[in-house]
């Protein structure tokens, strides 16, 4: 299943882009119990997000089941306008998507 | 013979399924760097700073700034910044003490700034650390997260 990401790209001084990435996913512990069947929910969600410059990947993050659930991850790469941040996730389950936004 | 051709195909995609629930079809891309599993499921801080930086001696500094709400109301949201004017930081990781398994995020800075944001699940009250790693040394900073409703389990 497609889920929807959003990126927003700030610039700040110094030739460094504030990259804030939306991903919807549920992001599940595997802690959880369903109310209902009183069984566990089985764990899901992001191990990894890079941040790719131009193609050449500025940031690498690792995450946890104890990041929430729709994560927004920001982080500070060098990036100057016109460049394009790529950014890339998968999840334990081998989800994967990305997202492509141009400095601006 | 309509029977045998229908158990044919069927047995070729089983064997195809297979392969891809074993993994032998890998995604296009390769990550840079593996998920650190043991990391992610350690239990106690001391061994998941270990496993991240191969070392779990850290010194406190005021040169690692984290922004954390002294109360959240929720812990199922809690926002958290993290940012440094450390030289030569090249990794991170944000521990949250009482969680069961401690590690939330690693960030490996390749080319940028050290700055790291997120909104992490709290389980109940505990410290919420930060470490970078800068120029071969493990730096840390803390506060105290209250959580009056816990965002994990239940």
Same mark, same amino acid.
């Given at each position: $299943?497609?889920?929807? $990401?959003? $990126? ?18 549920? $992001? ?77 | ?45 001391? =061994? ?51 969680? =069961? ?15 790291? =944001? ?37």
């Amino acid at each position: $299943m497609a889920r929807t $990401m959003k $990126m927003k790209i700030k610039k700040k001084d110094n030739g460094i882009a504030e990259v804030l990435c939306l991903v919807n996913h549920p $992001m599940e512990t595997g802690l959880r119990k369903d109310k209902k069947t009183k069984q566990l929910i089985p764990a899901h969600h992001i191990q990894k997000m890079l941040f790719d410059v131009n193609g050449k990947t500025a940031a690498d993050v690792s995450l946890a089941g104890s990041i929430s659930k729709n994560p927004l991850i920001g982080v500070h790469v060098k990036a100057n306008s016109g460049d394009t941040v790529k950014v890339s996730w998968s999840d334990n389950k081998g989800e994967t998507g990305s997202a492509e936004k141009k400095v601006p | 013979m309509q029977r045998r051709t229908f158990l044919k195909s069927s047995l070729a995609s089983g064997a195809l399924l297979m392969a891809a629930g074993a993994g032998l079809l890998k995604p296009t891309r390769v990550l840079a760097a593996e998920w650190n599993k043991d990391a992610f499921t350690a239990k106690d801080v001391a =061994s998941a700073v270990k496993a991240v930086f191969g070392t779990s001696d850290a010194a406190d500094s005021d040169k690692i700034k984290l922004k954390a709400p002294a109360l959240a109301e929720n812990g199922a949201v809690v926002p958290i910044k993290v940012s440094s004017s450390l030289p030569d930081a090249k990794k991170m990781a944000v521990v949250i003490e009482k969680n =069961s398994s401690p590690l939330a995020a690693v960030v490996d800075i390749s080319d940028g700034e050290p700055f790291f =944001s997120a909104r992490v699940k709290m389980g109940k009250t505990s410290p919420v650390t930060a470490y970078v790693m800068s120029g071969g040394k493990l730096y840390k900073t803390s506060q105290e997260v209250k959580v009056t409703v816990g965002g994990c389990g239940g």
